[in-house]
């Protein structure tokens, strides 16, 4: 059984950072399909491709996508999913336009007037003060590059339906999410809970979207539980 973290949009190991630490002992390994594929189908093939046999899959944000499509596409090899601040739904008009217009201006190389402006809002406004966190975020998400952020967006864009084949799984599956997340509000993640059979529902209080970063502690110790739980 194989532990895989998979990043959100433009992330790497960074943002799993606190994860990778505590939770050494179940040897997690952080995928980059993220970097390597166009689409989320063509991503979860990559990562069932690359990692062989039974496996339970962490993704936050786009990597929760990726899993559940994965767990889609091999539902036999699934073991557990944890959806971290993710949706199930595929992309509405209102952000597929907002999308499309940063894609402009990244393939356009403005990069921090995208960027930056709207990193705050990926914390708990608390949190989108602290200059080290974000800091950290916007490096890592600048590291990516436009070519990347201009693929992955068009790869969420075009992300499939997932809500179409959660009430088919049958592994244990988390669902995490901050209270304060503005950017994939906690209803979307009720309704991915409501969807899937005996999924567990776990809301973070004073917290956003990015919450492997702004409550390790939090999340590490769910995870850390749930994890004994699918393992047993």
Same mark, same amino acid.
């Given at each position: &059984?194989?532990? $895989?973290?998979? !990043? ?8 799993? +950072?606190?994860?990778? =630490? /505590? @939770? ?86 403005? &990069?921090?007037? $995208?960027?930056? !402006? ?8 608390? +949190?989108?003060?602290? =200059? /080290? @966190? ?99």
């Amino acid at each position: &059984m194989t532990l $895989v973290l998979l !990043p959100g949009l433009a992330g790497n190991d960074s943002m799993w +950072r606190d994860q990778l =630490a /505590d @939770l050494a002992d179940f040897r997690p390994h952080v995928t980059d399909v993220h970097m390597r594929h166009a689409t989320v189908a063509e991503m979860a093939a990559g990562l069932l491709s690359r990692f062989p046999g039974e496996l339970v899959l962490c993704g936050a944000s786009m990597g929760g996508m990726v899993a559940m499509e994965a767990a889609r596409q091999a539902p036999g090899r699934i073991r557990g999913l944890a959806l971290l601040g993710t949706t199930a739904r595929p992309e509405d008009d209102a952000m597929r336009g907002v999308r499309e217009n940063a894609i402009r201006l990244f393939e356009q190389g403005r &990069m921090r007037e $995208v960027i930056e !402006p709207n990193v705050g809002m990926a914390f708990h406004p608390d +949190r989108a003060k602290d =200059a /080290d @966190l974000t800091g950290r975020y916007l490096e890592f998400v600048l590291q990516a590059g436009a070519g990347q952020l201009v693929r992955q967006n068009r790869a969420v864009i075009g992300r499939p339906d997932a809500r179409t084949h959660l009430p088919s799984l049958r592994c244990p599956v988390l669902v995490m999410c901050g209270e304060d997340d503005q950017l994939t509000p906690p209803a979307l993640s009720r309704e991915i809970a409501a969807l899937v059979p005996g999924a567990q529902l776990v809301m973070l209080p004073r917290c956003g979207h990015m919450l492997t970063m702004e409550q390790p502690e939090a999340v590490n110790r769910e995870l850390r539980r749930w994890l004994r739980a699918v393992l047993a």
